[in-house]
């Protein structure tokens, strides 16, 4: 698991990994995820913090962003909204993976502009499947 370096292109073609930027200050949680993401053949990278997050998104979008929404330095709402507002950026599916568990939260982070809402601990069978799906629908809807 790194953080991104280098610059690169941004939607997902054919015939080249999904890239997948996981937004998590935990190292332990960023580590799974990455890892089993890495594991079902994703190209994933990750940022410790909110900053770093919309710096790395700036640099190269990913296709999809896998994002805490308790972070340093920019939380997770403010960094949605910021992505989402970015006519470069607001296409990118946006799943919150939180351990904010109440109905709330999910209520504040699909109206900072969040896709989806997942709560940790996380499902290891389930989260590569709901990745996919993630992708998928926002394939259909470019």
Not at 86 to 108: W, Y
């Amino acid at each position: 698991m790194r953080e991104r370096k280098e610059k690169g292109a941004g939607r997902m073609s054919e015939d080249k990994q999904p890239y997948i930027l996981v937004i998590e200050d935990h190292r332990p949680n960023a580590t799974l995820v990455c890892d089993l993401l890495s594991f079902h053949g994703f190209r994933v990278e990750w940022a410790p913090d909110g900053v770093k997050g919309l710096e790395m998104v700036e640099k190269e979008p990913p296709d999809l962003i896998l994002m805490d929404l308790q972070l340093p330095r920019m939380d997770g709402f403010e960094l949605t909204r910021r992505i989402k507002a970015n006519p470069k950026t607001k296409h990118i599916p946006i799943v919150a993976l939180t351990a904010c568990a109440m109905v709330s939260d999910a209520e504040r982070a699909m109206d900072a502009g969040c896709d989806g809402f997942l709560t940790k601990p996380i499902n290891t069978r389930e989260l590569p499947k709901t990745v996919r799906k993630f992708l998928e629908e926002a394939k259909t809807s470019s």
